[in-house]
């Protein structure tokens, strides 16, 4: 099983910014993917950022050109990197690991197999 340990969250005022970290335990699959999901309570969990196999990110539209995500492979670490922060951002943030499949577009090529416990960023206006 692979443990994903996720911090850095917390609170800011709008415009402000966060780095989370997501350190994996193993990255356990040749082809696998990492990345961020944000959840809000009563709502869908949705995408914020990934990086596939062969390195390419991909941002939700609602993040691109604040959020920015970075990998550290020796440290098996992703990191959010979260500017311009604005009080639609405040959710619980998920890390996600998983295998990379082959077809589909960025988003549903990742499997999600594995998460961690989140860690909660706010943002007040």
């Known amino acids: 099983q692979v443990k994903l340990v996720e911090s850095g969250g917390g609170s800011v005022q709008a415009g402000g910014s966060l780095t989370l970290s997501c350190v994996a335990s193993e990255y356990l699959y040749s082809r696998y993917c990492m990345g961020w999901f944000r959840q809000v309570p009563g709502q869908k969990r949705e995408g914020v950022a990934l990086?596939?196999?062969?390195?390419?990110?991909t941002y939700a539209d609602s993040v691109n050109d604040r959020f920015t995500l970075s990998q550290d492979n020796a440290q098996k670490t992703l990191y959010l990197q979260m500017n311009s922060l604005k009080p639609e951002d405040a959710a619980m943030y998920y890390c996600?690991?998983?295998?990379?499949?082959?077809?589909?577009?960025?988003?549903?090529?990742?499997?999600?197999?594995?998460w961690g416990q989140g860690t909660q960023v706010n943002v007040s206006a």
């Open positions: 990086i596939d196999v062969d390195g390419k990110m």
């Open positions: 996600t690991l998983g295998y990379n499949d082959y077809f589909g577009d960025s988003w549903g090529k990742c499997r999600t197999n594995f």
